[in-house]
């Protein structure tokens, strides 16, 4: 749908005027702002007569009238009509519509009377809305400025549309353009229609003429005055045709219009600044976490509770520190990653003088570079005009694999007159994107030429640092229910404040007194050490991950891996290994494939068009050492087969300007000398050599050469990929017609099946007609030449893996661009499915002049319901299983069938998704999609991939795993070392353990809070509190000490088939809570009510007269003196007394043994006995705590101001603690954490609501006896064309 149709802000800023007319600026006319994918507006209507003709694109004094429209009036008269046409509002605009980084841009102006209003609010309120208005930018903007027309606008307000709806704000700057090219009327006009950016395509030629524009986020948008809009400026990498980079670019830019440009893009540089310390210092300190933290200490400060202070005060300068060196340091090292290109010399061509070698921050989109033969990172995107170039795209792809870029095609030179525009995604193969390492040059003539699309933040590589420097917020749920949390206490907080408002008053305290104990509760009930609780788990996770090889640049996402319930993985390089061994080969002659089982590898020698295939058809390359291969390890693989050798020809290519060969392969002394094989071969005695490559697409799923055999002077094509898709390029004449039983054949088996094709042009091609041939004339009429069989060994970890996930109910799928036999007997022989499972293969085909739309389902294995019973497979998809579930069964499709299910059926799509267990022949895009289907259906999705093809897979899971150690692992979350799979069970133990210890950190510091809430409002009530070494030796000594030992606890070993609780506000977790809470209060309401019958309970007794006799074990009876008031008298001593004493030791127990409930280790975690340094400080808190009340000592009672009490009442409280322990231990274990206990209540309660998208989905086709179609027999036909 289109975005305008939505009901935002933006409706009311795109649609059209409602009378229909057509206002000055254009701006509600969509005849005037047409979009690139709507058809041309029909010429206007004759105008009245008188009224002034509308501004023209190539008039000068028009366009410089229309760039000044904001001078003019907003309104406007109708022809021959006394109304005014109403105008779209011009407050806000909406910019990248339909992109990611959407957003509504509003206009504001400057206000000094409300600039110098909110001055004087600001420092009457001592810097408090200075925070404010770093955090909520639209309230600087309503303070600061008044809203306006976006064409006057000096400040903007931009918020995202997405739902993050995160607000901006930025100053609108002013450029002037200095030069006017010397050219002629003709070429100022050829320039217009070049660029994409109306306004660098309009007024690039014209001097003096301001520019107004903003940046974001490293991002230019400049003001359209046509559009009354900033647009984002962008390169020559959107609508500019493939013919105009080659006819209108290919001799370079003049000096003046470069200069023109230069001050339009800025300089071509990854500017990261290493911010100073004091900006890196205000931003962590302007963090409500910090201002809080700065209020409690003041607080604290008053009531003399100095200790605790100052103790938060080193920890807080520590956390400072720490965190400014470390984002200091992540700064510097992207800073220095980026740098290196931004000081590149580089040689351009200039039109209409000779070329000059200038720095590469001087580059603009249209500057002609010359690629240099030497290694060198490229400074910014070009695309290839002639010549080959090898480069490494490591830092972008993650694959080290060497890959060649070709020029691209001049059309019309060809002879193809539809002209196609430049897409940079249809394109990529000629393309030479920033950061990429050159390591070979093949130049077509004297060098190889360049034309740049992009520069500085726009290319590919600083895109990757804007993701890095403003990465896109991550709406983690545990943080939301974090919020929703401390909502909760903020809650509890007031209530504890009009609390300890009314008992205060009532006891006549003076109101200081009053105010600060009422916000002392604010502070306790909301521990400003929360969220660094919360978090250390996840600290502790990373270092046992790092420690494994498993290296995290999201720590957050690690928590996401403990919610994994579905995995995906690549094939190749994935499950099985990197390198391939050749099987063997099968050629096709005569319709007939001819090759023996018992010799079948040595049937490579022959053939002589298989050979030639084989030995030519890749992508190889020689290092800098001129001897060692470098190359994809499939085609090392094949081409090694051949016994053949390869030469550069760089050197005779620079001499001559024809298409020479620049690669020449061949025969090697042994095989041509070899009797045997001399009549074979002797036709390539001299070799073959490589005219042009049309590299591999996974799109295409092929690759193809067009080659010159150098003894016959002949040019041949070579084709070499998927054998489906190289029979479609091939003659019926040439395909065996036992063609699909042979492939499947050796697919059923598990090998790589390669097809190979071959096409004599016999005069068809000319060889000065190579360069600009385009790929579909040279891969049609081919003729099919054989089969070469690769076999790919699965990887010996990938069994154990996949056991140990299905065990853990965790779904396995397979992703993979390979055949789909190959693939089903790859998931056999790894596990993922079981060998008495049904498989069905899912076969989609698009409409016809005769037919529908189909989808068929066929079982690929003999289905008996006996076996299947006896399955050794669990059911991934288990969960809320029927009484008598049907047996597993699975899915497999390819991409193809996939994207048409996805058109013509989308009903279907969920449950074929669900379903399925294989996807082969899948694109990088399919895979991208399946990833986003199968999220819609509720899954937590991980991937795990090796390659480039997986690139946006792993970025759209939730969990993104790359095997690659590479600079592309910052595309994925997680890069392991290990190059197998066995990190995926690792992240998902370690994710569940850090999972369960956020939650548990977070429930003790809410226990934490509320227990010392509890207690300071029972001795409120007596208009008591705790003394200050109390409070520091439950805050300090206590809570910090276990808040950072307790979250060591290690992953448990094994994983088991339930997940933990991921919703922190779940019904569970707040029982749990809730529970303890209650628990925790009874207990200390119990001491506080039973200590005051004792006999010898006196309220306000500092003196310890209670044991002061010799019956010190049931303590002395002691009278209770009131003044006349009946106000306790002794009014001086609010700390030393007996509820005081009773209340603390009771509370001090409950955090210890609230902290050993919590850290209970199974299922998850390991128990806690392996958390060494945990259990020492339980040990030693308990020791020392009872210590205290058991052996009382006169100094340390002093120093903790308790008062003496009997021994009989110690015996008391002892008691009370080990009943709360024993209660808390049963609350927790028998209730909160019974699995099977929760899932019975949810099912009960409400069986199907309490289940995600897909759990409700099996359910329902569980109950569906036509489910799944019948196979063979029937197709699903489509309802809709």
């Known amino acids: 749908m289109p975005k305008k149709d939505r009901t935002n802000p933006r409706q009311a800023a795109e649609q059209p005027n409602p009378t229909g007319g057509r206002d000055s600026t254009g701006a509600g006319s969509s005849k005037d702002d047409p979009s690139p994918d709507q058809p041309k507006a029909p010429p206007p209507a004759p105008r009245p007569k008188g009224e002034a003709a509308p501004a023209s694109g190539t008039d000068q004094h028009s366009i410089t009238e229309l760039l000044a429209i904001h001078d003019q009036p907003e309104k406007r008269q109708f022809a021959g009509s006394g109304d005014t046409e109403p105008q779209a509002p011009l407050h806000y605009r909406v910019v990248n519509v339909g992109e990611g980084n959407e957003m509504v841009i509003y206009g504001y102006c400057w206000s000094w009377w409300r600039a110098m209003l909110s001055t004087l609010v600001t420092i009457l309120s001592g810097g408090l809305f200075i925070m404010a208005f770093y955090w909520r930018p639209e309230w600087y903007m309503k303070c600061f400025c008044y809203p306006c027309n976006l064409q006057d606008a000096e400040y903007v307000l931009m918020k995202t549309t997405d739902e993050f709806q995160e607000w901006h704000r930025q100053k609108v700057k002013f450029m002037y353009l200095k030069y006017s090219p010397q050219t002629d009327r003709k070429d100022k006009e050829a320039l217009e229609d070049v660029d994409e950016f109306s306004l660098l395509r309009k007024n690039i030629s014209f001097t003096g003429i301001q520019i107004r524009y903003l940046e974001h986020q490293s991002i230019r ?116 990653m980026v740098q290196s290109h931004n000081s590149t010399r580089v040689t351009v061509l200039r039109k209409g003088s000779a070329s000059e070698i200038i720095s590469s921050s001087e580059l603009v989109p249209g500057d002609v570079i010359i690629i240099p033969q030497q290694e060198m990172i490229l400074p910014c995107d070009v695309v290839l005009m002639n010549g080959a170039v090898v480069v490494n795209e490591s830092m972008l792809t993650g694959e080290s694999v060497p890959v060649t870029k070709t020029p691209l095609p001049d059309i019309c030179e060809a002879g193809n007159y539809n002209d196609p525009i430049f897409r940079l995604e249809d394109y990529k193969r000629h393309v030479l994107f920033c950061g990429t390492l050159i390591i070979q040059v093949r130049p077509y003539e004297h060098y190889a030429k360049a034309v740049v699309i992009r520069t500085g933040f726009l290319t590919t590589k600083g895109q990757l640092v804007r993701s890095i420097l403003f990465p896109r917020p991550v709406d983690f749920k545990l943080f939301r229910d974090a919020k929703r949390f401390v909502v909760c206490l903020v809650l509890a907080a007031v209530v504890g404040f009009v609390y300890t408002i009314i008992i205060s008053s009532i006891r006549g305290e003076p109101i200081p007194e009053i105010l600060l104990k009422a916000f002392d509760v604010i502070t306790i009930v909301v521990p400003p050490a929360l969220p660094a609780a919360v978090t250390v788990g996840v600290v502790y996770a990373q270092r046992r991950l790092k420690r494994r090889g498993i290296y995290c640049i999201s720590p957050h996402r690690i928590n996401l891996c403990g919610q994994l319930d579905l995995v995906c993985f690549d094939k190749t ?60 390890p499939l085609d090392l693989t094949i081409f090694r087969a051949t016994n053949w050798v390869l030469e550069e020809m760089i050197s005779q290519a620079r001499r001559v300007k024809r298409a020479n060969p620049l690669i020449i392969v061949k025969p090697t002394r042994n095989i041509t000398s070899d009797t045997s094989t001399t009549s ?17 697409s996974s799109a295409l799923q092929r690759m193809t050469v067009i080659a010159k055999n150098l003894d016959e002077q002949s040019l041949v094509a070579y084709c070499k990929g998927a054998p489906e898709t190289i029979v479609k390029l091939c003659t019926k004449e040439s395909v065996p017609d036992d063609f699909l039983e042979v492939m499947e054949s050796f697919t059923q088996c598990g090998y790589r099946v390669i097809g190979l094709a071959f096409r004599e042009f016999k005069g068809a091609l000319k060889e000065s007609d190579i360069k600009n041939v385009n790929r579909e004339f040279v891969e049609q009429n081919m003729t099919f030449t054989g089969l070469v069989i690769l076999e ?12 140990e996930l299905l065990k853990a109910e965790i779904r396995v799928v397979m992703i993979t661009g390979d055949s789909t036999l190959t693939a089903i007997q790859v998931a056999k022989e790894s596990g993922m499915i079981g060998l008495t499972e049904r498989i069905i293969r899912v076969k989609a085909k698009l409409p016809t002049a005769a037919s529908e739309a189909t989808v068929t389902w066929r079982t690929v294995t003999p289905f008996h319901r006996e076996e299947l019973r006896g399955s050794p497979q669990p059911g991934p998809l288990s969960g809320a ?128 809070s509320m227990i010392q809430y509890v207690s300071v409002l029972i001795l409120y009530y007596i208009s008591s509190n705790l003394g200050n070494w109390e409070f520091l030796y439950e805050d300090l000594f206590i809570t910090s000490a276990i808040a950072i030992t307790m979250s060591r606890n290690k992953a448990y070993e094994h994983l088991v088939s339930h997940r933990p609780n991921a919703n922190l506000v779940s019904p569970q977790l707040l029982l749990s809570v809730l529970m303890h809470i209650a628990l925790c209060s009874t207990f200390q309401m119990l001491g506080f009510l039973l200590v005051q019958i ?111 009490i009997p021994y009989i009442w110690r015996i008391y409280i002892l008691l009370m603690v080990v009943g709360h322990f024993a209660l808390s231990v049963f609350l927790e274990e028998v209730l909160t954490n019974n699995h099977r206990l929760w899932n019975w209540l949810s099912r009960m309660n409400c069986p199907s609501a309490s289940l995600v998208k897909h759990k409700r989905l099996h359910q329902e086709l569980q109950d569906d006896p036509c489910w799944p179609p019948h196979t063979t027999l029937t197709s699903h036909k489509a309802t809709v064309q």
């Open 221 to 336: 948008y400049i003001w359209d005055p046509n559009k009354r809009s900033f647009i984002v400026l962008r390169g020559l990498e959107q609508n500019v045709s493939c013919s105009d980079l080659h006819k209108k670019y290919l001799d370079g830019l003049v000096y003046q219009e470069s200069q023109n440009r230069k001050l339009i893009y800025g300089p071509n540089i990854i500017a990261v600044q290493v911010p100073p310390y004091w900006k890196l210092l205000g931003k962590e300190i302007l963090n409500p976490f910090y201002a809080f933290q700065a209020f409690s200490v003041i607080l604290w400060f008053v009531e003399a509770y100095y200790p605790y202070a100052v103790a938060i005060i080193v920890m807080s300068i520590c956390s400072i520190a720490l965190s400014l060196y470390t984002a200091r340091k992540q700064y510097t090292m992207l800073h220095e």
């Open 573 to 632: 390089g994935t499950l099985t290994e990197n390198g391939m061994d050749l099987f063997g080969v099968v050629r096709a002659k005569n319709k007939n494939f001819v090759y023996s089982n018992e010799d079948l590898k040595m049937q490579v020698f022959n053939e002589d068009e298989v050979l030639a295939a084989m030995a030519t058809c890749h992508s190889l390359t020689l290092a800098s050492s001129q001897t060692t291969l470098q190359g994809d």
């Open 680 to 696: 074979l071969i002797c036709r390539f005695r001299s070799g073959i050599g490589i005219l042009r490559q049309f590299p591999f």
């Open 792 to 803: 790919n060994k699965l990887k010996k970890v990938t069994s154990m893996v996949f056991s």
């Open 881 to 1008: 299983t029927p009484k008598h579930p049907k047996p597993r069964i699975h899915f497999v499709i390819d991409g193809p069938s996939l994207s048409v299910i996805e058109d013509k059926f989308p009903e279907l799509l969920p449950k074929v998704t669900l379903y399925g267990t294989v996807f082969a022949r899948m694109s990088p895009d399919m895979k991208t999609k399946l990833i986003k289907c199968l999220q819609s259906l509720d899954y937590v999705v991980g991937m795990c991939g090796d390659g480039a093809n997986d690139c946006g897979a792993l970025k759209t899971a939730h969990v993104g795993i790359s095997l690659s150690q590479l600079e592309a692992s910052v595309a994925s979350p997680f890069t392991s070392k290990l190059p197998t799979i066995e990190c995926v069970p690792i992240l998902i133990k370690e994710g569940r353990a850090a999972l369960v210890t956020s939650f548990c950190a977070f429930k003790y510091m809410a226990l934490y």
């Open 1094 to 1204: 004792q006999p010898w309970y006196n309220p306000w007794d500092q003196g310890a007269r209670a044991c002061a006799s010799n019956n010190t074990f049931y303590g002395t009876p002691l009278p209770h003196p009131r003044n006349n008031s009946g106000i306790l008298f002794n009014m001086q001593w609010k700390i030393s007394n007996y509820v005081n004493t009773t209340v603390f030791f009771v509370s001090v127990f409950q955090y210890i043994t609230i902290a050993f409930v919590f850290s209970m280790g199974k299922p998850f975690r390991k128990p806690i006995s392996t958390n060494y340094l945990f259990l020492a400080v339980l040990v030693i808190l308990y020791l020392f705590t009872l210590f205290l009340m058991l052996f009382p000592s006169s100094n340390l009672d002093t120093f903790f101001e308790f008062v003496c």
